[in-house]
């Protein structure tokens, strides 16, 4: 996914491959919210934790980008793996700390379904309930988001949020 709401110089990228490294088009880079959405320079997705447009910056573990990649991995390419997917964007919201806690869990839900995402994945669970929490669930559903959340790998029936909210499809590993 590029934030083509970004793409200052309106060439319709907002991430290029330069030297043999895809980097933010430098064209692009303003340090203005050229969207209006009241991140700036989101190019590609957002760090809730870090509060920048660099989603890999303070990975607490590379779980989600493994299950986005199973998710949207470019089928019959002839490297790596395949995915049942052949036209998916991947929006990275970085919401996890570095120890395990993801503390900007429900915002980046908001950034994903305010940002147009029709599925956010949600790689991970707590087992609290909050209001509040469903109601951002609602409040991603109802801008048209569908939500999947991991119910956990355990083997056991334990409390998991998100998956428990309503709304949500709950997903157990196999």
């Known amino acids: ?7 200052f110089d309106n060439d319709g990228k907002t991430l290029e491959f ?12 303003n340090n203005f919210d050229d969207d209006g959405n009241g991140f700036t320079d989101d190019f590609i997705g957002w760090d809730i934790i870090a509060n920048n ?3 890999d910056h303070n990975s607490g573990g ?3 980008t493994h ?8 089928t019959n390419n002839g490297m790596g793996i395949a995915s049942i997917s052949w036209n998916v964007k991947a929006m990275p919201v970085q919401v996890a700390l570095p120890s395990g806690s993801y503390d900007g869990a429900y915002d980046g839900i908001i950034y994903a379904a305010e940002n147009g995402a029709d599925i ?3 790689s991970w669970g707590v087992s609290t309930y909050s ?12 801008l048209g988001s569908i939500l999947v959340a991991a119910a956990g790998n355990g083997n056991t029936i334990p409390t998991s949020y998100p998956s428990d909210y309503f709304d ?3 997903v157990a590993s196999v």
């Open 18 to 29: 330069i030297g043999g490294d895809w980097v933010f088009d430098p064209d692009d880079i």
């Open 62 to 64: 590379d779980h989600g």
């Open 53 to 55: 447009n660099d989603p």
């Open 131 to 142: 209001q509040a929490e469903q109601e951002v669930i609602t409040y991603a559903q109802q």
């Open 120 to 122: 956010i994945s949600n």
């Open 168 to 170: 949500v499809i709950s």
């Open 1 to 7: 996914w590029q934030n083509l709401g970004e793409d």
């Open 67 to 74: 299950c986005a990649g199973i998710a949207a991995g470019v």
